[in-house]
């Protein structure tokens, strides 16, 4: 049970949505590892959202609320991994379709982008993201739907300008779809910016300990796309455990804190190392001649996250 109140985000999501359990006031959900529900003498579900651990668990509604809450969507939905939920969306398409995505992004995902549509019949187009018309020329109108693009994307640290793109997007009747991982909610709300759909591998900042494989999406709108896509994880089991989904609700609870940290530690790593003789650059957004300095300034608030690259002279 959560109760909906006025606070910051943080101090909600540090509170776990203030979560107080009905029946027993505890502060802390309970892990419910059972995989099947109980019915009366009429087969009817005790508690109707329960019936199968593949398609629901008790312990996924409150990371789920949380990541619904961080984002500012409609609804949220947990993944047993980052890719799972980037599958889901992309799964989700129908044969004939065509989506563009960035050269430059998470390589496994780009890997299984390439391989999967090829055989599932979707056409692909990668666009050039240190390119500012290069998405525009990619997306073609009344054909494309949907538009993928990570930001801060892996291993430049790109930073895509989300309005735009969503602009592009929507221009051509697709839908916008963005990895944020990186940036993580507390610096970029993605949906503000006019994303459909936000991607997280939970894997990473939302968990923060390295114990816990998990991914997330967040919609801005419950429609007949989103609903596909929550039979999606359904049917293929893309399901998180109940202890993982535990562990990511006690994560998240110190996000704040540590992306904030790490961004100032990167901050300073990054402007230590800029001039260094051993170094041909250091990738920054953060840093003043980064060429998406201004973008991330707009859309990046409290930080430039916690990723950078330096570049070795020497290869
Ligand atoms: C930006 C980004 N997106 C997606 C993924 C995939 O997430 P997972 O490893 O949780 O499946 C990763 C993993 O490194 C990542 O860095």
Known sequence: ??????????????????????ESGSVVPPIVPSTTFAR?????????????????????????QMLTRLEGGAAGLLFSS???????????????????????????????????????????DQFDPADPDDLADKVQAGRTSLVWVESPCNPTW????????????????????????????????????????????????????????????VTAECEEFWERICRQRANTGAIAGPFE?????????????????ASQSALVIARHFAAHPGLECVLYPGLADHPDHETAKKQMHGGYGGMLSLCVKGG
């Open 245 to 261: 989904a535990w562990l990511l609700q006690r994560g998240m609870r110190t996000l704040f804190l540590r992306v904030r940290n």
């Open 82 to 124: 980052g890719m799972a939920a980037a599958a889901a969306v992309v799964q989700s398409l129908s044969p004939g379709e065509h989506i563009v995505v960035p050269k430059v992004m998470y390589w496994g995902l780009r890997n299984w982008l390439v391989e999967f549509c090829g055989h599932w019949g979707i056409e692909l």
């Open 40 to 64: 009366d003498e009429n087969y009817a579900l005790i508690a109707s959202q329960y019936s199968y651990g593949r398609d629901e668990n008790p312990g996924f509604a409150v990371v789920e």
């Open 1 to 22: 049970m959560t109760k909906p109140r006025k606070v910051a985000a943080e101090t909600d999501i540090a509170q776990g949505l203030h979560y107080v359990d009905a």
């Open 158 to 217: 790109d930073v895509i300008d989300l309005e735009i793109a969503a602009e592009v997007a929507h221009g051509a009747g697709a839908r916008l779809a963005v990895d944020s991982t990186v940036a993580t909610p507390v610096l970029t709300r993605p949906l503000e910016f006019g994303a459909d759909i936000v991607m997280h591998s939970a894997t990473k900042y939302l968990n923060g300990h390295a114990d816990v494989i998990a991914g997330a999406l």
